[in-house]
């Protein structure tokens, strides 16, 4: 049971490329998140998705893109990287979403620099 | 909206002394309040979290929190501080009905412990 496994782990881009954050949990999680982390900050919600085919935005979504296809996996989207995108990417997941049963766990984090 | 507001940046304690991280919150209703702590590299563990009842809540790693309502606080305790609990601390309110929440997270106090 390796929990929430995210690749890669450090990724340096220039501006403008595009790439793909990946996620993956293998607990049978419905709820997935992505948060980012900005230095000296806290966790903001860019998108989260509650069951496969199911996605909404968070606080911050501007600039990426998500998709849901199966359970286990949640991929986030840089179209144009910018400057502004450099951050640390956590996701995450939860079984119900509710607070009273629920715990969120994450993944360790891609460490993203747009140079 | 929701806001979390962690006062201290940074927290200096000795191995062995006690310990008290603060968090007040801002939210009309009752909140759902939780604490997480970061390691270096790492992604975010929940410690505890308060959604109703008593309002001394137990963690995992001997840490407790107590809500209260009349000082928006909810801040973290632990009576003897480890080594190993150096880290960064994060206090996260969510806001939500029927159970379901998405947090707002804190900026973070990093606890810094001299042997």
């Known amino acids: 049971n390796a929990g929430v496994t995210q690749t890669p782990k450090f990724r340096i881009l220039k501006i403008g490329q595009s790439m793909t954050l990946q996620c993956t949990q293998d607990?049978?999680?419905?709820?997935m998140y992505w948060y980012r982390q900005d230095p000296g900050m806290g966790l903001k919600l860019i998108y989260y998705?509650?069951?496969?085919?199911?996605?909404d935005k968070g606080e911050v979504p501007n600039g990426y893109n998500v998709s849901r296809s199966t359970t286990e996996d949640f991929p986030l989207r840089l179209e144009l990287a910018a400057p502004s995108q450099t951050s640390v990417y956590f996701c995450?997941?939860?079984?119900?979403?509710?607070?009273?049963?629920?715990?969120?766990?994450f993944g360790p984090g891609t460490r993203l620099t747009v140079l | 909206a929701q806001s979390v507001t962690q006062p201290d940046i940074h927290i200096t304690v000795s191995e062995g002394a006690s310990l008290e991280l603060r968090c007040n919150y801002s939210?009309?209703?009752?909140?759902?309040l939780f604490w997480y702590v970061q390691s270096p590299g790492q992604g975010l563990q929940l410690l505890l979290k308060?959604?109703?009842?008593?309002?001394l809540v137990q963690g995992i790693k001997g840490f407790e929190a107590e809500f209260k309502r009349s000082q928006s606080s909810f801040n973290l305790r632990k009576p003897s501080v480890h080594w190993s609990d150096a880290a960064e601390y994060f206090c996260?309110?969510?806001?939500?009905?029927?159970?379901?929440?998405?947090?707002?997270f804190g900026r973070g106090t990093s606890l810094i412990v001299h042997p």
């Open positions: 998705s509650v069951g496969a085919g199911i996605t």
């Open positions: 995450a997941s939860s079984e119900t979403g509710t607070v009273f049963t629920d715990t969120q766990y």
């Open positions: 308060y959604f109703s009842g008593d309002t």
């Open positions: 939210y009309g209703a009752t909140p759902y």
């Open positions: 607990m049978n999680h419905n709820y």
């Open positions: 996260a309110v969510g806001a939500g009905s029927g159970g379901s929440y998405i947090p707002t």
